[in-house]
């Protein structure tokens, strides 16, 4: 059970962590997810999915397999799901300008926001910063995650043969 608190994770986590040909990040990516399986505390948005099986379809170095990714996207999407709808677009419109971010980013904030996180992993914004109120933390800038064990995923009859495939 989670400790009230919430962590937004953004795409570039979750690839990282799903991308084998990131041999420095996905250790990392992999125990920031670990935590929060354990915990309880991850929360995304269906733009993070979106991305999520876009980048590891066609980006991945070799591209992951269609079922895998959809695999995937399903075993994440049991965790809180912000769904963007046409409120949250204007509202990351809004924030775009106040907070100077691109539209995508002001697109996660804002996710993070209405989920109730108190703090967004991400690579694209820089550690130490505060949007909205929310934290950010960049695992890949000081890792603590580095040393711990690189299993994360629970036991599920659709992560089998996801489990299968890490290396």
Same mark, same amino acid.
């Given at each position: 059970?989670?400790? *009230?608190?919430?962590?937004?994770?953004?795409?570039?986590?979750?690839?990282?962590?799903? #991308?084998?040909?990131?041999?420095?990040?996905?250790?990392?990516?992999? /125990?920031?997810?670990?935590?929060?399986?354990?915990?309880?505390? *991850?929360?995304?948005?269906?733009?993070?999915? +979106?991305?999520?099986?876009?980048?590891?379809?066609?980006?991945?170095?070799?591209?992951?397999?269609?079922?895998?990714?959809?695999? !995937?996207?399903?075993?994440?999407?049991?965790?809180?799901? $912000? +769904? $963007?709808?046409?409120? @949250?677009?204007? #509202?990351?419109?809004? @924030?775009?300008?106040?907070?100077?971010?691109?539209?995508?980013?002001?697109?996660?904030?804002?996710?993070?926001?209405?989920?109730? /996180?108190? &703090?967004?992993?991400?690579?694209?914004? *820089?550690? *130490?910063?505060? !949007?909205?109120? !929310?934290?950010?933390?960049?695992?890949?800038?000081?890792?603590?995650? $580095?040393?711990?064990?690189?299993?994360?995923?629970?036991?599920?009859? &659709?992560?089998?043969?996801?489990?299968?495939?890490?290396?």
């Amino acid at each position: 059970m989670t400790s *009230g608190r919430r962590t937004f994770v953004d795409t570039n986590v979750l690839a990282y962590a799903h #991308d084998a040909s990131e041999t420095k990040k996905q250790p990392i990516a992999r /125990a920031v997810l670990k935590e929060m399986w354990a915990d309880r505390s *991850g929360v995304l948005s269906t733009q993070v999915l +979106q991305e999520f099986y876009v980048v590891a379809t066609r980006k991945f170095h070799p591209p992951m397999p269609r079922p895998e990714a959809r695999e !995937i996207v399903a075993l994440y999407s049991t965790w809180p799901v $912000v +769904q $963007v709808d046409v409120e @949250l677009i204007l #509202d990351a419109a809004t @924030l775009e300008d106040e907070a100077q971010l691109s539209f995508w980013d002001a697109l996660i904030v804002e996710a993070a926001r209405r989920a109730g /996180a108190d &703090r967004i992993v991400s690579e694209d914004f *820089g550690t *130490g910063r505060r !949007i909205a109120g !929310i934290a950010i933390t960049n695992p890949f800038d000081a890792a603590p995650y $580095v040393d711990r064990p690189q299993e994360f995923l629970p036991t599920t009859r &659709r992560s089998a043969s996801f489990r299968r495939s890490l290396p």
